[in-house]
Protein backbone atom coordinates (compact mmCIF):
# COMPACT_ATOMS: atom_id res chain seq x y z
CA UNK A 1 0.00 0.00 0.00
CA UNK A 2 1.33 3.41 -0.96
CA UNK A 3 1.72 6.30 1.45
CA UNK A 4 -0.98 9.55 0.76
CA UNK A 5 0.31 11.74 -1.69
CA UNK A 6 1.25 8.57 -3.74
CA UNK A 7 -0.38 7.36 -7.07
CA UNK A 8 -1.36 4.03 -6.11
CA UNK A 9 -0.95 1.14 -9.08
CA UNK A 10 -3.28 -1.44 -8.56
CA UNK A 11 -2.50 -5.13 -10.49
CA UNK A 12 -5.23 -7.42 -9.42
CA UNK A 13 -8.60 -7.39 -9.47
CA UNK A 14 -8.72 -8.41 -5.87
CA UNK A 15 -7.01 -5.14 -5.14
CA UNK A 16 -8.95 -3.00 -7.23
CA UNK A 17 -12.51 -4.43 -5.12
CA UNK A 18 -10.33 -3.63 -1.95
CA UNK A 19 -10.00 -0.41 -2.92
CA UNK A 20 -13.59 0.07 -4.42
CA UNK A 21 -15.11 -1.59 -1.41
CA UNK A 22 -13.43 0.81 0.97
CA UNK A 23 -14.33 3.59 -0.97
CA UNK A 24 -18.03 3.01 -1.07
CA UNK A 25 -17.46 3.91 3.09
CA UNK A 26 -15.58 6.94 2.73
CA UNK A 27 -16.41 10.56 1.72
CA UNK A 28 -12.72 10.79 0.08
CA UNK A 29 -12.38 11.65 -3.45
CA UNK A 30 -11.33 9.02 -5.61
CA UNK A 31 -9.63 9.45 -8.71
CA UNK A 32 -9.18 6.03 -11.31
CA UNK A 33 -6.75 6.75 -14.53
CA UNK A 34 -7.50 4.03 -16.65
CA UNK A 35 -4.34 4.05 -18.15
CA UNK A 36 -1.93 1.40 -20.82
CA UNK A 37 1.69 1.29 -21.10
CA UNK A 38 1.87 2.13 -24.66
CA UNK A 39 -0.54 4.75 -25.02
CA UNK A 40 1.35 8.03 -25.13
CA UNK A 41 -1.18 11.11 -23.62
CA UNK A 42 -1.10 8.47 -20.31
CA UNK A 43 2.77 8.60 -20.07
CA UNK A 44 2.05 12.51 -20.61
CA UNK A 45 -0.59 12.45 -17.77
CA UNK A 46 1.71 10.30 -15.26
CA UNK A 47 4.08 12.69 -13.82
CA UNK A 48 0.81 15.22 -13.38
CA UNK A 49 -1.27 12.80 -11.46
CA UNK A 50 1.88 12.43 -9.80
CA UNK A 51 1.92 16.07 -8.94
CA UNK A 52 -1.54 16.28 -7.83
CA UNK A 53 -1.05 13.42 -6.06
CA UNK A 54 1.59 14.98 -3.80
CA UNK A 55 -0.30 18.52 -3.63
CA UNK A 56 -3.82 17.02 -2.57
CA UNK A 57 -3.17 14.02 0.06
CA UNK A 58 -6.96 13.95 1.04
CA UNK A 59 -7.66 12.42 -2.83
CA UNK A 60 -6.93 8.74 -3.31
CA UNK A 61 -5.35 8.55 -6.42
CA UNK A 62 -5.22 5.00 -8.33
CA UNK A 63 -3.99 3.90 -12.04
CA UNK A 64 -5.58 0.92 -13.43
CA UNK A 65 -3.56 -0.63 -16.67
CA UNK A 66 -6.45 -1.20 -18.89
CA UNK A 67 -4.36 -4.17 -20.76
CA UNK A 68 -3.33 -5.56 -17.06
CA UNK A 69 -6.98 -5.46 -15.42
CA UNK A 70 -9.44 -5.78 -18.85
CA UNK A 71 -11.96 -7.03 -16.61
CA UNK A 72 -12.11 -3.95 -14.73
CA UNK A 73 -11.91 -1.51 -17.60
CA UNK A 74 -14.96 -3.27 -18.87
CA UNK A 75 -17.06 -3.03 -15.77
CA UNK A 76 -16.68 0.70 -15.82
CA UNK A 77 -16.96 0.63 -19.75
CA UNK A 78 -13.66 2.72 -20.46
CA UNK A 79 -13.68 3.30 -24.39
CA UNK A 80 -10.20 5.87 -24.39
CA UNK A 81 -7.47 6.37 -22.52
CA UNK A 82 -6.84 8.10 -20.22
CA UNK A 83 -10.04 8.35 -19.07
CA UNK A 84 -10.60 9.46 -15.07
CA UNK A 85 -13.52 7.96 -13.24
CA UNK A 86 -14.24 10.15 -10.31
CA UNK A 87 -15.64 8.26 -7.09
CA UNK A 88 -17.51 9.56 -4.27
CA UNK A 89 -18.92 6.62 -1.43
CA UNK A 90 -18.83 3.88 -4.80
CA UNK A 91 -20.26 5.87 -7.09
CA UNK A 92 -19.25 8.00 -10.02
CA UNK A 93 -19.53 11.69 -9.87
CA UNK A 94 -17.64 12.89 -12.72
CA UNK A 95 -14.94 11.73 -15.94
CA UNK A 96 -12.54 13.42 -17.97
CA UNK A 97 -11.65 11.40 -21.33
CA UNK A 98 -8.18 12.32 -22.85
CA UNK A 99 -5.13 14.06 -21.35
CA UNK A 100 -7.01 17.42 -20.17
CA UNK A 101 -4.81 18.23 -16.99
CA UNK A 102 -6.10 21.33 -16.78
CA UNK A 103 -9.65 19.92 -16.56
CA UNK A 104 -8.65 16.90 -14.10
CA UNK A 105 -7.09 19.73 -12.14
CA UNK A 106 -10.72 21.56 -11.86
CA UNK A 107 -12.66 19.06 -11.10
CA UNK A 108 -10.31 17.71 -8.61
CA UNK A 109 -10.80 20.98 -6.68
CA UNK A 110 -14.41 21.09 -7.76
CA UNK A 111 -15.30 17.92 -5.80
CA UNK A 112 -12.71 18.81 -2.82
CA UNK A 113 -14.98 22.37 -2.45
CA UNK A 114 -18.31 20.28 -3.02
CA UNK A 115 -17.60 18.43 0.32
CA UNK A 116 -16.35 21.09 2.48
CA UNK A 117 -12.52 19.86 1.47
CA UNK A 118 -9.80 22.55 1.40
CA UNK A 119 -7.60 21.97 -1.13
Given at each position: ?10 HTVEA ?9 TSDRL ?90
Amino acid sequence: MAAEGQVIAIHTVEAWNQQFESSKTSDRLVVVDFTASWCGPCRFMAPILSDLAKKMPQVLFLKVDVDELPSVAQDWAIEAMPTFIFLKGGSIVDKVMGARKDELQQKIELHLCATGQNI
